[in-house]
Nanobody, 125 residues
Framework: QMQLVESGGGLVQAGGSLRLSCEAS????????MGWFRQAPGKEREFVAS????????YYADSVKGRFTISRTNAKNTVYLQMNSLKPEDTAVYYC??????????????????WGQGTRVTVSS
């Protein structure tokens, strides 16, 4: 079982940047693909980005491609989401999650078994 704790959210103006972090504990972090998802008020949760257990493969939602970068440092049990050129429509609670199977990665929330509590990102116009 993996515990996940996100940090780094906050209020930023449009065009600004934030870096989210998610620290994992309880399982062998380096064996699991990780993902970031978000849920805006009144909307369903959506995929943002995911990364393989080695960090060698990444996936992005079209809406964030070229602006967001997912990365991980296995030695620190941490996955990051660097968010640049933020837009008001990026406002949401951001969650990190671990894939429920070792050595697997995807963009489908149903494949992710453990979730953090979320960190709120608000982008003002």
């Amino acid at each position: 079982q993996m515990q996940l704790v996100e940090s780094g959210g906050g209020l930023v103006q449009a065009g600004g940047s934030l870096r989210l972090s998610c620290e994992a504990s309880g399982s062998t972090f380096s064996n699991y693909g990780m993902g970031w998802f978000r849920q805006a008020p009144g909307k369903e949760r959506e995929f943002v980005a995911s990364i393989s257990w080695t960090g060698g493969t990444t996936y992005y939602a079209d809406s964030v491609k070229g602006r967001f970068t997912i990365s991980r440092t296995n030695a620190k049990n941490t996955v990051y989401l660097q968010m640049n050129s933020l837009k008001p429509e990026d406002t949401a609670v951001y969650y990190c999650a671990s894939h429920f199977r070792a050595r697997a990665v995807s963009s489908d929330a149903a494949d992710f078994g453990f979730w953090g509590q979320g960190t709120r990102v608000t982008v003002s116009s």
